[in-house]
T-cell receptor
Framework: GDSVTQMEGPVTLSEEAFLTINCTYT??????LFWYVQYPGEGLQLLLK?????DKGSNKGFEATYRKETTSFHLEKGSVQVSDSAVYFC??????????????FGKGTHLIIQP | DAMVIQNPRYQVTQFGKPVTLSCSQT?????MYWYQQKSSQAPKLLFH???????NEADTPDNFQSRRPNTSFCFLDIRSPGLGDAAMYLC?????????????FGSGTQLSVL
């Protein structure tokens, strides 16, 4: 079945540091890939997505590129802020399920940014 | 301004005592999902409704049931909660069934089983 593997946390960085959170996946066919973020006390919200190979999703300074050859979708940001502290989830949607079958999530990576 | 609302935020029940979690949405979305998220684990899809059509995941225990009386509301019923059912339960919606659809999540209900 489908699965998503992401680096375990917590990841602790200083403000303005460069961020990478690794994500790899296994899926049948060509899935769509997502990063969701969960701020303390809130629900998950979509951060960015990519729907085909070599697509780059970007939002709020975060980027991730759909790499089919390495089955990866690593999240990056050039300069993190304290307000980026949250839990980040990598996820995929598999077309073989017809679309409305929800997402397969990774376990989440807790990011802590220190001033 | 909240779009997907889950109540209550925290729910405590006793071992074996039925419990119902609720979710409502103001987005008029076709699809509603229920996920279970245990500590340090990935959210796991339990089932979803596409309009009135119910879709159960193959490994969802029979102990878990769901109802969707109308577009706006969806309920998760746990008939006989066990200690292993303690988790965060997340409700989400999407407009339709495309694989690139954005999901909108509620804040979750944290269930404790005593």
């Amino acid at each position: 079945g489908d699965s998503v593997t992401q680096m375990e946390g917590p990841v602790t960085l200083s403000e303005e540091a460069f961020l990478t959170i690794n994500c790899t996946y296994t899926a049948t066919g060509y899935p769509s890939l997502f990063w969701y973020v969960q701020y303390p006390g809130e629900g998950l919200q979509l951060l960015l997505k990519a729907t085909k190979a070599d697509d780059k999703g970007s939002n709020k300074g975060f980027e991730a590129t759909y790499r089919k050859e390495t089955t990866s979708f690593h999240l990056e940001k050039g300069s993190v802020q304290v307000s980026d502290s949250a839990v980040y989830f990598c996820a995929l949607s598999d077309p073989s399920g017809g679309g409305a079958d929800g997402l397969t999530f990774g376990k989440g990576t807790h990011l802590i940014i220190q001033p | 301004d909240a779009m997907v609302i889950q109540n209550p935020r925290y729910q405590v029940t006793q071992f074996g005592k039925p419990v119902t979690l609720s979710c409502s949405q103001t987005l008029n979305h076709n699809v509603m999902y229920w996920y279970q998220q245990k500590s340090s684990q990935a959210p796991k899809l339990l089932f979803h409704y596409y309009d009135k059509d119910f879709n159960n995941e193959a490994d969802t225990p029979d102990n878990f049931q769901s109802r969707r009386p109308n577009t706006s509301f969806c309920f998760l019923d746990i008939r006989s909660p066990g200690l292993g059912d303690a988790a965060m339960y997340l409700c989400a919606t999407s407009r339709g069934g495309g694989i690139a659809q954005k999901l909108f999540f509620g804040s979750g209900t944290q269930l404790s089983v005593l």
